[in-house]
């Protein structure tokens, strides 16, 4: 099943202020990004405030968190801010949960960070305890549910729980983050596909892939080349059909997106905010494909 594309900008920058944001907002519309997103990292916009100003600012876009930690939230306190803000963004709220994965952040915060298999499970927990909430009912409106990650606990959860699945196409050792290659991307989707099918899901899930970097240009060799030195255990080669990378021209980056389209299943694609005058003229040659 092919589904339609989806384009998002994720809004890693902090405001400068309350104007400044909302341009940036409106512009997002105007290029033609379907979703808004802002992520839940310290040192970058607080995610609930920033969705409700970024819904007041703008009239189409849906808006969205990418991803939530979920270390950071207890279940009811989180259920609160997500039914009152789909409320005020009338409906067009998306909510993106992960396990988190920076150990300084909760450090600074004050929050125990947990091993892997006790994020996994606060991650369920979270996910189970919401679900409530994100039906809806009553005059309240549903809110879709992203689930990020790779593991195979955290696609499982996908499996059974999230509309969209989203893969970040790295692998973070604990003090740095490894890029997969497409190959490796490929196993963990066919993973999450064995999950899916066995969670006995009558439609499948939106897939999401995080766009790392973006760079229109004709001499994709020599960008390439330029970033051997952030991943030098891999070949030029292997860094141009990075699927977290989307450099060449215009109509190149189209073409490679629907080839992962068609080999991966990914139809929605997330730019950074740095990357999102550059990747504009993609989604106009995509929209409608």
């Known amino acids: 099943m092919v589904l339609p594309f989806r384009f998002a900008v994720n809004m890693i920058q902090e405001p400068g202020s309350g104007g400044e944001w909302r341009s940036r907002c409106r512009r997002a519309e105007e290029l033609g990004y379907d979703v808004i997103l802002v992520p839940d990292h310290l040192g970058m916009p607080a995610p609930f405030p920033a969705l409700v100003a970024a819904a007041e600012a703008t009239t189409r876009p849906r808006v969205g968190t990418f991803v939530l930690n979920a270390g950071f939230w207890n279940p009811a306190l989180l259920a609160r801010e997500v039914t009152t803000t789909a409320a005020l963004t009338g409906g067009r709220l998306e909510l993106g949960l992960g396990t988190g994965y920076v150990r ?32 809806g009912g009553e005059g309240a409106p549903a809110v879709p549910l992203l689930i990020g990650g790779n593991g195979d606990r955290v696609l499982r959860l996908a499996a059974r729980h999230a509309d969209v699945t989203a893969f970040s196409g790295g692998r973070f050792t604990g003090e740095s983050v490894t890029v997969l290659t497409a190959e490796e991307l490929g196993d963990r989707v066919a993973a999450y596909r064995g999950f899916e099918e066995a969670a006995g899901r009558t439609t499948p899930a939106e897939l999401n892939l995080l766009i790392q970097r973006v760079a229109v240009t004709e001499d994709p060799d020599a960008w390439a080349a330029d970033f051997h030195a952030d991943a030098p255990y891999l070949t030029v080669e292997q860094i141009l059909r990075l699927p977290i990378l989307a450099v060449g021209t215009v109509d190149g980056i189209a073409e490679r997106l629907l080839t992962l389209r068609k080999r991966f299943g990914f139809s929605y694609f997330t730019v950074l905010d740095d990357a999102m005058e550059a990747f504009a003229p993609v989604i106009g040659r995509l929209r409608g494909r």
């Not at 915060?109 to 979270?126: K, N, Q, S």
């Open 104 to 135: 300084a952040e909760h450090e600074r915060a004050g929050i125990p960070f947990l091993p892997p298999g006790g994020r996994v499970d606060h991650l369920a927990r979270v996910a189970g305890e919401l679900s409530g909430a994100l039906k």
